[in-house]
Every structure is written in C-alpha cells, then in structure tokens.
C-alpha cells in the first residue's frame, strides 16, 4: 500500500526566504503528483501537478520530481504571511483513481 | 460560489446515533470522494464512486455508508456514532484523465461525537 511521508513536519520562514517541502513515497510506478494547500479548517486547494522528472512551475510554486528516489518537493519563492498553512503532498497510483496524501508540512511564514 | 457544497459545515452528534453528511458538486465530474481528516493523521481515503457506481472502499466498518442518489451527489451516512467518528469529512470530486486525477474539495463537515 502506498505509504507517502513528508518532511519537514513544521517549518518557519521569514517573509521573501525561499521555502523547500519535501515528500518521499512508496510506490514507485505511481505517475500523478500534486501539491495541496489547506489554509486552516478550509478545504484544500490544488497548487502544482507534475506527471515526469523534472521541474514543474505555477507561478511562484515550483514541483520537483524524481522517481527514482521516490521523491517530490515543492519550492516557494517569496513566501508570503498569506502563504501560511499545511502543505499536502498528493500520489496516485497508475491504476487507480485513488489519491493518497502525505502528513502534511505546516508552514509559517512570518513578515 | 463554491462549486462543491458540503453540509452541514459544523456538527454535534451523540454516541450511538446515526448522521448523514452531504455533499453536491457542480464541476460535472463523473468521480466524487469522501476522505477524513482526524486530530494529528493524514487526510485519509474512505470512498470513491464513478458513475454513481463504488470503485474503492478503504474503510473498514460498515457503519460508513455513501449513497449517491444522483451524479452529482454523494452522501455519507454514518450510524452508532463513537467518539472515535470525530473528524472533519471533506468531500472531493474529479474528472480523471489519462493526463491526471485532481481532486477539488469542499470545505468539509466537521463532526464532533460526544
């Protein structure tokens, strides 16, 4: 069963430093990543999908994916104090319609 | 407007008794979820449907019981309520693709047993 893990479990960042999540998974012919963000108690919002190795941006966020370390991180640039929240790493299986998310980063980004 | 509509948004159940979340989306998806989000765990899979048809369970009572009345509808009925029950319930839908399977969510019911 595939088993996706995040790290770190909390990060602090000043306003304008660049923030790294990172997210290691279990399955590795899984082909679907993305990056969530949940803002307290809301629901959760897509912010980047990336399907190959490599680099995928949405503006100031930015995927990276290799599969063969089982790994994806997400990289923001100029984090913001609106960007606060928990980040969610997203994986589904080549087979399925299932999405299975990883524990979640809290970020806190101070001004 | 929200295009996922999840209700109620807040909920006080007694143990033992039986509650039925809702959930309506407008993105005219074919797929629809219902994950759960507890104190301190991951979001995790319950359900999902295509079709109005079940394509994976992962919950393991039989307490939880999706009904889906209408395409665009997936309900979550939940019955002998505990105190474990308590989490917020977020339900998703999709439109997969050979491309991808994003989720969109509505902003949950949270349900406290007491």
């Known amino acids: 069963q595939q088993k996706v893990q995040q790290s770190p479990e909390s990060l602090t960042v000043s306003e304008g430093a660049m923030a790294s999540l990172n997210c290691t998974f279990s399955d590795g012919t899984s082909n679907n990543f993305r990056w969530y963000r949940q803002h307290s108690a809301k629901g959760l919002e897509v912010l980047v999908s990336?399907?190959?190795?490599g680099e995928k941006e949405e503006g100031r966020f930015t995927a990276h994916l290799n599969r063969a370390n089982l790994h994806v991180s997400l990289h923001i640039r100029e984090p913001q104090p609106s960007d606060s929240a928990v980040y969610l790493c997203?994986?589904?299986?080549?087979?399925?319609?299932?999405?299975?998310f990883g524990t979640g980063t809290r970020l806190q980004v101070l001004p | 407007d929200p295009k996922i509509i999840q209700k109620p948004k807040y909920l006080v159940a007694v143990t033992g008794s039986e509650k039925i979340l809702i959930c309506e989306q407008y993105l005219g998806h074919n797929a629809m979820y219902w994950y759960r989000q507890s104190a301190k765990k991951p979001l995790e899979f319950m359900f999902s449907y295509s079709y109005q048809k079940l394509m994976d369970n992962q919950t393991a009572s039989s307490r939880f019981q999706p009904q889906s009345s209408k395409k665009n509808h997936l309900d979550l009925q939940i019955t002998a309520l505990k105190p474990d029950d308590s989490a917020t319930y977020f339900c998703?839908?999709?439109?997969?693709?050979?491309?991808?399977?994003?989720?969109?969510f509505g902003e949950g019911s949270r349900l406290i047993v007491v």
């Open positions: 998703a839908s999709s439109q997969p693709t050979v491309s991808g399977n994003t989720l969109y």
């Open positions: 997203a994986v589904s299986p080549s087979n399925t319609n299932k999405v299975v």
């Open positions: 990336i399907f190959s190795d």
